[in-house]
């Protein structure tokens, strides 16, 4: 089924409304990525003007930058270890910008939208 990102067609009450002009193309909508730990697929997508973006399907792998050295490195996905975003993203292992990550250099937060840039970078979390 498709998402459609325009006006209802329909009042609160449940009311007719008219449509003042068609449905346009640009109105669609495109289901999430959800990003789940796996090997690595990604999948290309035209957007408007003919641009591109990678939807990164499945990852196992996190670009991990250390603010206190700042140095970066790449490091396996062990677990996702919470998602504030969704409880069920907790128990589906999906990844999105904001989860906690469990890696081999600890607790990492992910700082970028994996979904639509294509790959996932994160920060090490502080050890208290």
Request: a positive charge; glycine letters at 10%.
């Amino acid at each position: 089924m498709t998402q459609y990102q325009g006006r209802s067609g329909r009042t609160i009450s449940g009311g007719r409304l008219r449509q003042s002009s068609e449905k346009k193309k640009r109105e669609l909508g495109r289901p999430a990525a959800e990003t789940s730990i796996a090997e690595e697929r990604k999948r290309s997508v035209r957007t408007h003007g003919g641009n591109q973006k990678i939807r990164l399907l499945r990852a196992n792998k996190v670009n991990v930058m250390d603010v206190s050295t700042g140095k970066a490195k790449q490091v396996e996905i062990q677990d996702v270890d919470t998602n504030p975003a969704s409880r069920q993203y907790s128990r589906r292992r999906i990844i999105t910008k904001g989860a906690i990550l469990k890696t081999d250099l600890g607790l990492v937060k992910v700082t970028n939208r994996p979904g639509i840039e294509g790959l996932v970078n994160g920060i090490i979390l502080a050890e208290e």
